[in-house]
């Protein structure tokens, strides 16, 4: 178990002085060895180097429980606007019947801002995706090692490894559970909400499940196949999550390399204004609503894919429409009938509606 450092931290630039790390091991059969391990990425894009370091290898002499606390100088780490420091700490038991068992601790990120981000990002931790990241890439490597060395070894010695690393992806599963609910918050808070990481977490955490049944069945060919999905989705989450922003805004993955330059906002300075409080074309609005209902008594399905593309048109000139038709669609999703769900959508519309008291005698209300 990791100690020190505590948590992923961002640096607004690269620090000085010494690093502490500090670990707690324990083994019910009894330790022999440990170490902290140190992996530096550095670049980005096409233009990406790694490099690993080891730390001073700890002789544990059989004890049952241990501290491992190292120091390294940062200066001798070469850190630069940009690199990513991986930390984690493995150990090694005193096993010596059935070969020895390899323990490996979470995995801490210290990143360097980037310099043109340097104003912006806040000395605050950034969500762990990196660390699930770095963990699974050599999760999967080791993987991959064991299918090419898999005609080498006896049947029960591949077993066994591949067993040993199901359990590794099941503490990383039990990890992505842990950090899906640090962004969700408690489930019995009002304000928890599910976000777009967090359904893609989910997701993850599925596919781990999937992979750690084919390795404790002693197949990791099979494994590997969802285990490179799970790769891929972190490494699309932790891109996304590349830049850190003053503020709390709400988390959305964003694939950066598909949407960059694809922009249309003109780059002269200029005033910028909210959209319309008035929405002129009410009435034609009204008109396409009514076309959506007679399409939902048809065809539901229809009908949401319709009002998701007024609620794109919608977005531009009515922001206060286009909210509530997103919300719409929402209820429309839980199931509530049409005609109710639209009510908050006409509301919008017609926001100075004229309210009638009073019963009519014959005439229908003007």
Avoid: C
């Avoid at 670990?23 to 490099?51: H, M």
């Avoid at 999937?210 to 390795?215: E, G, N, P």
């Amino acid at each position: 178990r990791l100690r020190l450092p505590a948590s992923d931290t961002t640096y607004p630039a690269a620090p000085h002085g010494q690093l502490t790390i500090e670990a707690a091991l324990s083994d019910d059969i009894g330790l022999a060895s440990g170490q902290v391990e140190y992996l530096i990425s550095t670049g980005s894009e096409e233009d990406f180097q790694t490099r690993a370091i080891n730390g001073r290898l700890w002789q544990m002499g059989g004890v049952r429980s241990a501290t491992v606390r190292e120091s390294i100088a940062f200066d001798t780490l070469k850190l630069v606007p940009g690199s990513v420091l991986h930390i984690r700490v493995v150990a090694f038991d005193h096993n010596d019947l059935s070969g020895p068992g390899k323990g490996i601790s979470e995995t801490r990120t210290l990143r360097i801002a980037e310099p043109e981000d340097s104003t912006e990002a806040e000395a605050v931790p950034p969500p762990p995706i990196d660390s699930m990241w770095i963990s699974q890439r050599l999760l999967n490597m080791k993987t991959d090692s064991l299918m090419q060395s898999r005609r080498a070894l006896p049947t029960a010695a591949m077993a066994r490894r591949s067993e040993d690393y199901s359990v590794i992806q099941e503490s990383l599963r039990q990890h992505t559970l842990t950090v899906i609910s640090e962004i969700e918050g408690d489930p019995d808070d009002p304000t928890s909400t599910t976000t777009a990481v967090t359904r893609r977490l989910r997701q993850v955490a599925e596919l781990m499940v999937t992979a750690r049944t084919h390795l404790a069945a002693a197949e990791p060919g099979t494994a590997l196949t969802f285990m490179r999905r799970i790769l891929r989705t972190l490494d699309e989450l932790r891109l996304a999550n590349r830049y850190f922003i003053r503020g709390h805004p709400r988390p959305m993955a964003v694939d950066l390399a598909r949407t960059r330059l694809t922009g249309t906002d003109p780059a002269h300075r200029g005033i910028r204004t909210s959209g319309n409080a008035e929405f002129d074309s009410a009435p034609a609005w009204a008109l396409r609503l009514d076309r959506v209902v007679e399409l939902g008594r048809r065809n539901p399905d229809q009908a949401r894919d319709s009002l998701t593309v007024l609620r794109v048109e919608a977005a531009r000139s009515a922001p206060t429409v286009a909210t509530a038709i997103g919300l719409a669609v929402e209820r429309i999703g839980r199931g509530v009938a049409l005609d109710s769900a639209l009510a908050p959508v006409r509301r919008a519309l017609n926001p100075n509606g004229r309210l009638e008291t009073g019963a009519p005698d014959w005439a229908p209300v003007p």
